[in-house]
Nanobody, 125 residues
Framework: QVQLVESGGGLVQPGGSLRLSCAAS????????VAWFRQTPEKEREFVAA????????YYGDALKGRFTIRRDNAENTVYLEMNSLKPEDTAVYYC??????????????????WGQGTQVTVSS
């Protein structure tokens, strides 16, 4: 069973950047798509970004493309989420997830099998 551990969250000022990491243990990302979601107490879990098993295709939530970049390093068994120009509304717990979703369900949390415990990102001055 794949276990996922997120890291890299923290407090950052508006306009700043963070890089989140999602490391797999007890298994591998190979052959799986990996996604990032985020959640606040007020909202349902929101799709942030996804990358296909091959790494050749990436997908982003509305309004995030251009600020966030997802990439994977299969050799290191790690997926990264680079977040730039952060805004207070980006504040949330960020989760990585692994699965084999079809294209039409890529943005649905239910399409993913394994989840990390989450890392808190707070954007505030």
């Amino acid at each position: 069973q794949v276990q996922l551990v997120e890291s890299g969250g923290g407090l950052v000022q508006p306009g700043g950047s963070l890089r989140l990491s999602c490391a797999a243990s007890g298994g591998t990302f190979r052959g799986y798509g990996v996604a990032w979601f985020r959640q606040t107490p007020e909202k349902e879990r929101e799709f942030v970004a996804a990358i296909r098993a091959s790494g050749s295709n990436t997908y982003y939530g509305d309004a995030l493309k251009g600020r966030f970049t997802i990439r994977r390093d299969n050799a290191e068994n790690t997926v990264y989420l680079e977040m730039n120009s952060l805004k207070p509304e980006d504040t949330a717990v960020y989760y990585c997830a692994v699965g084999r979703p079809i294209l039409s369900s890529l943005q649905q949390a239910s399409a993913y099998y394994y989840w990390g415990q989450g890392t808190q990102v707070t954007v505030s001055s």
